[in-house]
């Protein structure tokens, strides 16, 4: 379980002048279909949250490839055809690999909540929630169908990224994946198509984030050991040598 404070991360440095200085994210860049683990990895990253590989949060969550993926994991599921009208990924519509329940298994301090597509009517109303999340510095995934945001729609084409800021009237987004900029500018009326053709279905909407204040029990991993007490006695000894 975690213990003590995290240290948030934010990214603000006015030294910096080959990125956008006022994005509330540091990007990451994912393996091919985990575009879901790595943009959490993002959240996680910026509250401070000790990281696991995106492949094992993947995993947990349903990522499946094509066969001749295969070659780029230690482990993974492998289907000939997409799993679901989805695509390849992850799977989180499917109750055994549903967000609450693979944080609490992994012990990460995260609670997870969906507004749907179909709640999602109007360009205001998607404005609206993301300005909200913004306005709370609260986080935020966006699942859509890429190909509509790409320009033309594409079956099985769902894509996830994380939400950062209202430029303008209009949504940027960190991206992690290895072709696409990393902070994209979308129109609201292209965003809210491409999540509304991604359909309920398809977990297709926002993906709301929050910090848990309690622990979650989970397995210790290596970026989390040292938060137990102090070494007593002979472990004292075994240090000093």
Same mark, same amino acid.
Request: net charge neutral.
């Given at each position: 379980?975690?213990?003590?404070?995290?240290?948030?991360?934010?990214?603000?440095?006015?030294?910096?002048?080959?990125?956008?200085?006022?994005?509330?994210?540091?990007?990451?860049?994912?393996?091919?279909?985990?575009?879901?683990?790595?943009?959490?990895?993002?959240?996680?990253?910026?509250?401070?949250?000790?990281?696991?590989?995106?492949?094992?949060?993947?995993?947990?969550?349903?990522?499946? *490839?094509?066969?001749?993926?295969?070659?780029?994991?230690?482990? !993974? #599921?492998?289907? /000939? +055809?997409? @799993?679901?009208?989805?695509?390849?990924?992850?799977?989180?519509?499917?109750?055994?690999?549903?967000?609450?329940?693979?944080?609490?298994?992994?012990?990460?301090?995260?609670?997870?909540?969906?507004?749907?597509?179909?709640?999602?009517?109007?360009?205001?109303?998607?404005?609206?929630?993301?300005?909200?999340?913004?306005?709370?510095?609260?986080?935020?995934?966006?699942?859509?169908?890429?190909?509509?945001?790409?320009?033309?729609?594409?079956?099985?084409?769902?894509? *996830?990224?994380?939400?950062?800021?209202?430029?303008?009237?209009? !949504? #940027?987004?960190? /991206? +992690?994946? @290895?072709?696409?900029?990393?902070?994209?500018?979308?129109?609201?009326?292209?965003?809210?198509?491409?999540?509304?053709?991604?359909?309920?279905?398809?977990?297709?909407?926002?993906?709301?984030?929050?910090?848990?204040?309690?622990?979650?029990?989970?397995?210790?991993?290596?970026?989390?050991?040292?938060?137990?007490?102090?070494?007593?006695?002979?472990?004292?000894?075994?240090?000093?040598?």
């Amino acid at each position: 379980m975690m213990c003590g404070r995290v240290q948030k991360h934010t990214m603000n440095p006015p030294q910096f002048k080959a990125v956008p200085t006022d994005s509330r994210y540091v990007p990451f860049t994912q393996q091919t279909a985990c575009c879901v683990p790595t943009s959490i990895q993002m959240i996680m990253y910026r509250r401070g949250i000790p990281l696991i590989p995106a492949e094992e949060l993947g995993y947990h969550l349903g990522l499946t *490839v094509p066969p001749d993926e295969s070659v780029l994991f230690h482990d !993974v #599921r492998t289907a /000939d +055809a997409p @799993p679901s009208a989805a695509g390849y990924g992850t799977q989180i519509h499917n109750p055994a690999y549903e967000p609450n329940r693979v944080f609490a298994e992994l012990g990460i301090p995260l609670q997870f909540r969906m507004t749907r597509a179909d709640a999602l009517r109007t360009e205001n109303d998607l404005l609206v929630e993301l300005d909200s999340v913004e306005r709370d510095d609260r986080d935020a995934l966006l699942c859509f169908n890429h190909g509509v945001v790409r320009g033309s729609y594409k079956p099985s084409s769902g894509h *996830v990224a994380v939400f950062d800021r209202i430029v303008e009237g209009r !949504v #940027r987004i960190v /991206d +992690a994946s @290895p072709v696409q900029p990393k902070w994209r500018i979308v129109e609201p009326a292209v965003l809210l198509d491409a999540i509304q053709r991604h359909g309920n279905v398809n977990s297709g909407g926002i993906w709301h984030f929050t910090v848990l204040q309690t622990p979650v029990p989970g397995p210790e991993s290596d970026a989390m050991k040292g938060c137990g007490p102090a070494p007593t006695g002979d472990a004292r000894e075994r240090i000093r040598r």
